[in-house]
């Protein structure tokens, strides 16, 4: 059965729907609403006006699994749990880290990334070699992201200058406005080589993370939370999951 994808445009410039799939004659009735920012290569990004990534390919398989449509809205990523709250979508996939805070408000699915949080500098600087050369420095990450908290959370925050934007970060890490840039390893590695950037690893990832699905709190909400946990599981038993992401990174960081 195909699927039809429906690609929703939030943010002025970002998408279109060019190209997108046509149904069959089968009706499908429902449709799973999945917000995306768009912006975070290469698990979501726009090229050609064509919507792309690791995280829109898994959740046409996890649709395809289900039998159901998948549609794709993309937003600003800070604006992202607000639409997931108002019930604008249906949940979030752009690597979200399941964290206590959001755990305690949000019904997650089982992780189907695992990652590290890393620094990553403009090439040729060595003055950064770990987390704690972060004091004294201006350090960018995305607005509302994980990784904003984990520098805010460190016992010498008060010591770095963070800036929030909402995109940009390799930008200004590589033209010099910014010291360093915290990310998941796998998107700053990916940065690094697709992006004609003088960017650098710097160090270690400083803490382990396990990206997951998240879905509001409510009995109909857990119900579909259930049913993608289930499409997951049987994605990774089949080796797909691991397909996907080897497609895309040349290595399987859908296992821990």
Request: hydrophobic content about 40%.
């Amino acid at each position: 059965m195909l699927k039809r994808i429906v690609l929703t445009t939030l943010a002025a410039g970002i998408v279109s729907a060019a190209g997108l799939a046509q149904a069959d004659d089968e009706t499908i009735d429902e449709t799973i609403k999945v917000g995306m920012s768009g912006g975070y290569f290469p698990f979501t990004f726009v090229e050609q006006d064509k919507l792309q990534g690791f995280e829109v390919d898994v959740m046409e398989a996890v649709a395809e699994e289900m039998g159901v449509e998948v549609e794709f809205i993309t937003a600003n990523f800070s604006g992202l749990f607000g639409m997931l709250e108002s019930g604008r979508i249906d949940t979030i996939a752009n690597q979200i880290t399941i964290t206590e805070e959001r755990a305690a408000k949000y019904a997650f699915t089982e992780p189907y990334v695992y990652d590290g949080a890393q620094v990553v500098v403009k090439e040729g600087n060595d003055t950064i070699q770990s987390i704690e050369d972060l004091k004294g420095k201006t350090v960018a990450v995305n607005l509302g992201s994980n990784y904003e908290a984990l520098l805010r959370e460190l016992p010498y925050a008060d010591e770095i200058d963070i800036r929030t934007y909402e995109s940009n970060i390799e930008q200004d890490t590589a033209l010099g406005r910014v010291d360093a840039f915290v990310m998941d390893r796998v998107s700053a590695s990916q940065v690094i080589k697709e992006k004609p950037m003088p960017l650098a690893l710097a160090g270690k990832p400083f803490s382990q993370i396990r990206n997951a699905l998240p879905f509001r709190d409510t009995d109909e909400d857990r119900a579909l939370r259930d049913r993608v946990d289930e499409a997951l599981t049987t994605l990774r038993e089949s080796g797909e999951l691991r397909t996907i992401s080897e497609a895309w990174f040349a290595t399987d960081i859908t296992s821990p």
